[in-house]
């Protein structure tokens, strides 16, 4: 095979929709491959000729970076404003915007992709394995690493790493709703369909992308990447990534501006020509105005927040899918996760068995056990490949090491479930008669085994309540069943309690008062016993609002399991569906909800979350449907990162006031004195210079200090707050302005180049300043001290623009020297400016209006082409990745029309 041409090789492809209508024999041969699957140099041969098995790169594109700086609706208007200059031949303005834009796309490029070199470095860590028949011998390896002739052995909860050909099933359902919209499971079996059927009726076959919901099957690979069904569909969505509640805010934010701008800049427009002024200069006014309104490096402050989180977050080992999750983070203020592995150790290990009957021993009952598991008992010794955490737990035990594979035949098995929650064998010893064995959730297999006596309950409650898991086993004779169905799961005999310990995490108590003092309110949604769950929130000092058992959940309305959702603290023996639901409500109910969850059973509640995290030794379905994932198992971590996202979003919106408010009292003064005075009070490229200083100083605002308060809850954007700020601060600055057009104009009788040097001065000193009190909402430096690079950018910026009129190139700027007295007044309405701030600021934030948070956040839907993004960025590899022999990617209807 390994000499095989691309030509050869071509010949081998065989479509989905034939493989189906064939004989699972007929496409192995096709396939150049076996039931032992294909040989390690096949494989490899196969990977270097048709590439990873991949519909998304997690390789930092810069071009694409690039591209993305210039989808700001600022940075379009000072593009535009800049051609327009530069057409009507003012030179000055088209150099001062190209010089922001400059600034502007290289600092937000140079960010955000070191950003992104950080991420794939992590992405490239968290992996997605599938367990593969190499030779003969069962692996696991990356699913990126798979190519068409593998043979893959797949069961519950698993995502399906490509388009196989089914060769055997038991019990197999699969969800392909990500696929075919069809929300119920669809039934798998390896008969061949009729050909030409349709993709929703090819039973013999499983869907990349899809996932098993019960049952577990053995396929072989027919196609990879984007040659399978879901990876044409992935492709045809390009790199598109539904947008976030963060970037909604700050396209709202942009359309307050633009029309702000617009509003303003008009009606100086038509008020420069009712006073006849020349119409290239009213213009060119006209639009100098619409830049100034504008924070123009706001798109470059965000990318600068958002990197320097992203690096933060790297340093604890924690992988952000996309740069504007940290901003998600920020927003959580409930948080519902499992107790395994984040309030526990993780690492779950037998401690005993506990028989019931006199016929049982402990041994016994450990080889009971040992048998209800899904795996090939012959290589569940070797290997805990394809093991869930019980099982192997059991088979790592001391016991397991007297078990003789040899001895026993197993007949048939039924595979876990989640609304069972049992697994059942049919087996037979030494040629024996049949038995059923059945292991599962203590409640489930009582109930199967008749009255319990109060003696076994009093057993079982006394684990419970010490805080053990407990699995309990029960069997029955079966002569004469060849086959199982779960109607054969009736007339048990309890054999008894098999015991595990997964003891409190040291830390947890210490993670769980740090979320608390972020305002988080932490609830535990778990499989496990309600007593259990119990015990461990006990042991961690945890005050339980309550629990909600499943059965309670179902008993529940919607407003009812709202209303108690929100007071419980433990939800127990819950099912996906169930935590789905809670997750949904409580959503529903106002909150900005995070689910923590490394099993199967979490990704349906992992996708309903605002923010789902994961961990990088979960389940594959649960880091795939995760928009965080941690890299270690730690809430400490977790609220790391919720702090994370809080600072960034605090220094982003310190950046909009100052920027909005200065601005927009600047750019009005203009207005009003280009009407009422002879001449230009500013020059369009003396505004521009102005601005330019100014937001240069306000580049050291993602590193400032965010008082404590601010992270205490999380903060929206509130667009009705901002306005409201605007036009309180904006007018303070305007009346100090006024104040200077004043003392220019009467005290030094200024003529228009010292006027608007004094201006300039007055201007930038005072919206610079101003920082200090806005950027808190304490007593600046006395209460609240800004951070060094703030201070030293602030007061740089100001002793700039008070050189700059007294340089040499005062004349180029269109400035004249300035008489010494202005600088004492300056000095003195700089002093009275600050404290009347300060004095507003105490008033205005004494609103009830304006009380943190400022806004609840708004209920977020996830779309369609959320879940396919979500879902494909597990399909991930660190290279360009395209349609094979396709240039014009295709979407999602034509790949479904094909089919």
């Known amino acids: 095979m390994s000499d095989l041409n691309v030509q050869d090789r071509r010949s081998l492809h065989v479509p989905i929709t034939d493989a189906a209508s064939l004989a699972a024999e007929q496409v192995l041969g096709r396939l150049e491959s076996g039931p032992a699957g294909l040989s390690d140099q096949q494989a490899a041969a196969l990977l270097a000729e048709l590439g990873p098995n991949a519909v998304r ?112 099933t038991k019990n197999l359902l699969c969800d392909e709703s990500i696929l075919t919209g069809e929300s119920l499971p669809a039934a798998k079996d390896p008969v061949p369909v009729p050909a030409g059927s349709a993709l929703g009726d090819l039973a013999s076959c499983a869907f990349m992308g899809t996932v098993i919901q019960s049952g577990g099957c053995t396929g072989v690979v027919v196609a ?62 006209s639009l100098a105005i619409a830049v100034g309104i504008t924070p123009q490096l706001l798109p470059a402050v965000v990318s600068t927040s958002l990197a320097t989180g992203t690096r933060q977050l790297a340093k604890r080992k924690v992988l952000v899918k996309r740069l504007v999750c940290i901003e998600d983070l920020g927003d959580m203020d409930i948080l519902v996760t499992d107790k395994t592995g984040t309030l526990t150790e993780g690492r779950i290990s037998f401690t005993g068995a506990l028989p019931v009957t006199g016929d049982v021993s402990d041994a016994g009952l450990l080889t009971l056990g040992l048998l209800a598991t899904e795996t090939d008992y012959a290589e569940a010794k070797l290997s805990s490949a394809g093991q869930n955490p019980l099982d192997a737990a059991l088979w790592d035990s001391p016991g397991a090491a007297g078990f003789d594979p040899a001895r026993f035949e197993r007949l048939d098995l039924i595979d876990f479930d989640h609304q069972r929650r049992r697994t ?117 000092g945890v005050v339980s609002g309550g629990t909600l058992t499943g059965s309670d959940v179902d008993a529940l309305s919607d407003t009812e399991l709202a209303a108690s959702a929100r007071t419980a603290t433990i939800f127990a023996r819950v099912s996906p569906e169930q935590k789905a639901r809670i997750i949904k409500l409580l959503r529903q109910s106002g909150g900005a909800v995070g689910f923590m969850g490394d099993g199967v059973n979490d990704a349906l509640a992992l996708h309903k979350a605002d923010i789902g995290i994961s961990v990088d030794s979960a389940t594959d379905v649960a880091k795939d449907a995760a928009d965080v994932v941690l890299m270690d198992k730690d809430l400490g971590v977790l609220a790391e990162g919720v702090m994370e996202g809080r600072r960034i979003f ?202 943190l948070p400022a806004l609840t956040a708004p209920v977020r839907r996830r779309h369609e082409t959320h879940h396919i993004a979500r879902r494909a960025a597990r399909f991930s590899a660190p290279a360009a990745v395209t349609a094979p022999g396709h240039p014009a990617r295709r979407s999602r209807k034509a790949a479904a029309a094909r089919s």
């Not at 006031?657 to 009422?676: H, R």
Request: net charge neutral; aromatic share 8%; charged share 15%.
């Open 224 to 285: 990879t990447g984007g040659r399978a069904e879901f990876g044409r569909i992935a492709l045809g969505l390009g790199e598109r990534q539904p947008q976030t509640e963060f970037q909604l805010g700050l396209k709202r934010f942009s359309f307050l501006l633009l029309q702000v701008a617009i509003g303003l800049t008009s009606l100086i427009f038509i008020a420069n020509l009712l006073l006849q002024r020349p119409l290239i200069e009213s213009l060119l006014f």
């Open 650 to 851: 605090a220094n982003t919106i310190k950046y909009v006031l100052m920027g909005t408010s200065s601005n927009f009292g600047n750019m009005f003064s203009a207005a009003t004195a280009s009407v009422v005075l002879s001449f230009l009070p500013m020059l369009p490229g003396q505004i521009l210079l102005n601005n330019l200083l100014y937001d240069t100083g306000q580049l050291a605002i993602p590193g400032d200090r965010v008082d404590k308060e601010q992270l205490r809850a999380p903060s929206h954007w509130n667009i009705a707050f901002i306005r409201r700020f605007m036009f309180l601060f904006g007018p303070i600055s305007s009346l100090f302005d006024f104040a200077t057009f004043a003392l220019m104009l009467f005290a030094f009788h200024a003529v228009p180049g010292e006027f608007r040097a004094g201006w300039f001065i007055e201007s930038i000193a005072t919206q610079t300043l101003i920082i200090f009190a806005i950027r808190t909402r304490r007593v600046p430096f006395l209460r609240s001290r800004p951070s060094v690079g703030l201070m030293v950018a602030s007061l740089g910026v100001v002793a700039v623009g008070i050189f700059l009129p007294l340089s040499p190139l005062a004349g180029v700027l269109g400035f004249d020297p300035l008489p010494v007295p202005f600088f004492l007044a300056l000095l003195g309405m700089i002093v009275v400016y600050l404290v009347l701030v300060e004095f507003a600021k105490s008033w205005f934030f004494s609103r009830a209006a304006q009380q």
């Open 57 to 168: 790169t997690h390789q930092a594109n810069g071009w694409a970076v690039l591209g993305r700086q210039f989808a700001s609706p600022i940075l379009i208007l000072l593009l535009i404003t800049a051609g327009l200059s530069l057409f009507l031949g003012d030179a000055t303005n088209s150099i001062v915007i190209g010089a922001i834009l400059l600034v502007s796309v290289g600092l937000g490029f140079t960010n955000e992709f070191r950003a992104e070199r950080a991420s794939e470095a992590l992405h490239s860590r968290v992996t997605h394995r599938a367990v593969v028949l190499r030779g003969g011998t069962t692996t696991e390896v990356d699913v990126t690493a798979l190519v068409p002739g593998d043979v893959v052995h797949l069961s519950l909860g698993a995502i399906i790493p490509a388009d196989i050909r089914l060769l055997s």
């Open 424 to 540: 059942s064998v049919l087996v037979r010893e030494a040629g024996g008669p049949a038995r059923l064995v059945t292991k599962g959730a203590p409640e489930d297999v009582l109930a199967l085994c008749g009255p319990t006596p109060p003696a076994v309950q009093s057993v079982l409650d006394e684990q419970f309540e010490a805080g053990s898991r407990v699995v309990a086993v029960a069997t029955r004779p079966a002569a004469g069943l060849g086959q199982l169905t779960p109607a054969d799961e009736h007339d048990l005999t309890l054999a008894g309690f098999l015991i595990f310990l997964d003891r409190p995490k040291a830390k947890a108590k210490a993670s769980l008062d740090q979320l608390a003092a972020l305002g988080i309110s932490v609830k535990i949604a778990t499989g496990d016993n309600a007593k259990v769950a119990e015990k461990v929130c006990a042991d961690l």
